[in-house]
């Protein structure tokens, strides 16, 4: 693990991150937004069977992480619910007007 970029993994973490939030999570289909953080679940069972995950900081991170994730999801669906409401909204004022004319 020595040999990998911090720069170049702080850039993939910000993408998936966006990701996530703007186009898996902000969608009618929840479970789109469960794959990133499904993924994350595995890299860390990966990591701890092969003992590279080990220490109460590794731990404490991953969870954050993972915690980060959810929070991530739980707003991208709070995201479509307003999106929706505000839709339905605009649907029902412009059938409002169109019945009192």
């Known amino acids: 693990m020595e040999n990998i970029n911090p720069t170049v993994a702080i850039l993939c973490l910000i993408l998936a991150a966006a990701v996530h939030r703007f186009i898996l999570s902000n969608r009618r289909q929840k479970f789109l937004g469960a794959i990133i953080p499904a993924i994350w679940l595995v890299a860390v069972v990966i990591l701890a069977a092969n003992g590279v995950l080990s220490g109460l ?4 991170s991953a969870v954050i992480v993972m915690a980060g994730l959810l929070v ?3 707003s991208g669906q709070v995201s479509y619910r ?3 409401a505000d839709e339905n909204a605009r649907i029902d004022t412009v059938n409002a007007s169109r019945l009192s004319k």
């Open 72 to 74: 991530i999801w739980w």
């Open 82 to 84: 307003t999106r929706l």
């Open 57 to 60: 900081g590794a731990w404490i």
